[in-house]
T-cell receptor, first 114, second 111 residues
Framework: GAVVSQHPSRVICKSGTSVKIECRSLDFQATTMFWYRQFPKQSLMLMATSNEGSKATYEQGVEKDKFLINHASLTLSTLTVASAHPEDSSFYIC??????????FGPGTRLTVT | DAKTTQPPSMDCAEGRAANLPCNHSTISGNEYVYWYRQIHSQGPQYIIHGLKNNETNEMASLIITEDRKSSTLILPHATLRDTAVYYCIVRVPPAGTALIFGKGTTLSVSS
């Protein structure tokens, strides 16, 4: 299947700093990528849909000014957590849609804000 | 997408078959049943999907009842590495929209 990577795999930052997470499709072009967040012992929650060359579509309750998504190329989408706080600590997962419309997931990024 | 109901947890002995049920009584005629799993601290992994016929691949088998209101994912010989959260998702075949995950079933395989 298609391969999706995320970088970094884990990051620890201090409260108030911004953190950027990269999601790359390694062997295919992805016009659409999705970002999910997962708190401990909970299911994945969709945060936003990222379309190459256009603004992301955010789910209800997700602050677009705090979770900045950029999809500048067909193989890269980035999620920037602006002014991160401890409550933003979570597991962030991206997925990419292949031309046949199936989704492949990245390995996830563990964010810890101290 | 139709709503699904899964037991929160199940246990299975290593080497035995793991049968994970899913109820989807409101499924519509053009919706497929998809199964994904998530091993701890990893991204979800696709397992199998089907419409109404039983399906089998190298990972698992999917049995869908004749009325399509429920299905069972079968891992024929569970191993410790199959310990994960298993998600049953009902949706129109790849529609381009994001997958929406429910709570899933936590399968614990023990030796």
């Amino acid at each position: 299947g298609a391969v999706v990577s995320q970088h970094p795999s884990r990051v620890i930052c201090k409260s108030g700093t911004s953190v950027k997470i990269e999601c790359r499709s390694l062997d295919f072009q992805a016009t659409t990528m999705f970002w999910y967040r997962q708190f401990p012992k909970q299911s994945l929650m969709l945060m936003a849909t990222s379309n190459e060359g256009s603004k992301a579509t955010y789910e209800q309750g997700v602050e677009k000014d705090k979770f900045l998504i950029n999809h500048a190329s067909l193989t890269l989408s980035t999620l920037t957590v602006a002014s991160a706080h401890p409550e933003d600590s979570s597991f962030y997962i991206c997925s990419a849609r292949v031309p046949t419309n199936e989704q492949y997931f990245g390995p996830g990024t563990r964010l810890t804000v101290t | 997408d139709a709503k699904t109901t899964q037991p929160p947890s199940m246990d299975c002995a290593e080497g035995r078959a793991a049968n994970l049920p899913c109820n989807h009584s409101t499924i519509s005629g053009n919706e497929y049943v998809y199964w994904y799993r998530q091993i701890h601290s990893q991204g979800p992994q696709y397992i199998i999907h089907g419409l109404k016929n039983n399906e089998t691949n190298e990972m698992a088998s999917l049995i869908i009842t004749e009325d399509r209101k429920s299905s069972t994912l079968i891992l024929p010989h569970a191993t410790l590495r199959d310990t994960a959260v298993y998600y049953c998702i009902v949706r129109v075949p790849p529609a381009g929209t994001a997958l929406i995950f429910g709570k899933g079933t936590t399968l614990s395989v023990s030796s």
